[in-house]
């Protein structure tokens, strides 16, 4: 139980273009889903916090007009990189909380997104 | 300001060489510990979530352990496959009060483990 999917696990894109990834708890539903940004070897970085129905919370120094997220439903969260631009390049980890049967505490995390601009 | 501050950064075993990782933290009130497994490229492993001092909790060769200031990661007789960066975090806090479900990660320790 407790598994996240995220799609795609890589793109490559021009820049100026826009890109969607998705994030989907497979087995139960999310109260909350995290966007995470991680570059080479270091640790995760929160970029936003997203709950079904309503706005997103963005991190200091994020920018929500950049990073466009969309919490459709229980178990289904999408984050929009929006111009992308070579700085954008990085792995993206989205990860979700329970609602109900799995803890509520515990973050699960997706796969990952590889993001290349060129 | 919570913080949560793991040591070593890297650790180099043999394989059967029994060592641990450290965790500390400083958050007013601890709501849960958790550590994570994540491998090169891959979304962190949840491994296990311990909530008051004392407790301890077992997978395999992995067993972690938590006080009121800290969290140990005990590995015992380690092979290849334990190889990766291990991550612990605590709840994030609002005010000192509420649950953000937000989570304070630290910087990982990154384990390899040789044949």
């Known amino acids: 139980g407790a598994v996240v999917s995220q799609h795609p696990s890589w793109v490559i894109c021009k820049s100026g273009t826009s890109v969607k990834i998705e994030c989907r708890s497979l087995?139960?539903?999310?109260?909350?889903m995290f966007w995470y940004r991680q570059f080479p070897k270091q640790s995760l970085m929160l970029m936003a916090t997203s709950n079904e129905g309503s706005k997103a919370t963005y991190e200091q120094g994020v920018e929500k007009d950049k990073f466009l997220i969309n919490h459709a439903s229980l178990t289904l969260s999408t984050l929009t990189v929006t111009s992308a631009h070579p700085e954008d390049s990085s792995f993206y980890i989205c990860s979700a909380n329970g609602l109900q049967g799995i803890s509520t505490d515990t973050q699960y995390f997706g796969p990952g997104t590889r993001l290349t601009v060129l | 300001e919570d913080q949560v501050t793991q040591s070593p950064e890297a650790l180099r075993l043999q394989e059967g060489e029994s060592s641990s990782l450290n965790c500390s933290y400083t958050v007013s009130g601890l709501r849960g510990l958790f550590w994570y497994r994540q491998d090169p490229g891959k979304g962190p492993e949840f491994l296990f979530t311990?909530?008051?001092a004392g407790e301890e909790k077992e997978k395999e060769r992995l067993k972690a352990t938590l006080t009121k200031k800290e969290s140990f990661l005990h590995i015992t007789a380690p092979k290849p496959e334990d190889s990766a960066t291990y991550l612990c975090?605590?709840?994030?806090?609002?005010?000192?009060?509420?649950?953000?479900?937000?989570?304070?990660f630290g910087q990982g320790t990154t384990l390899q483990v040789k044949p």
């Open positions: 311990l909530y008051s």
């Open positions: 087995d139960f539903q999310a109260t909350t």
């Open positions: 975090a605590v709840p994030k806090e609002l005010n000192g009060s509420s649950n953000t479900g937000k989570l304070i």
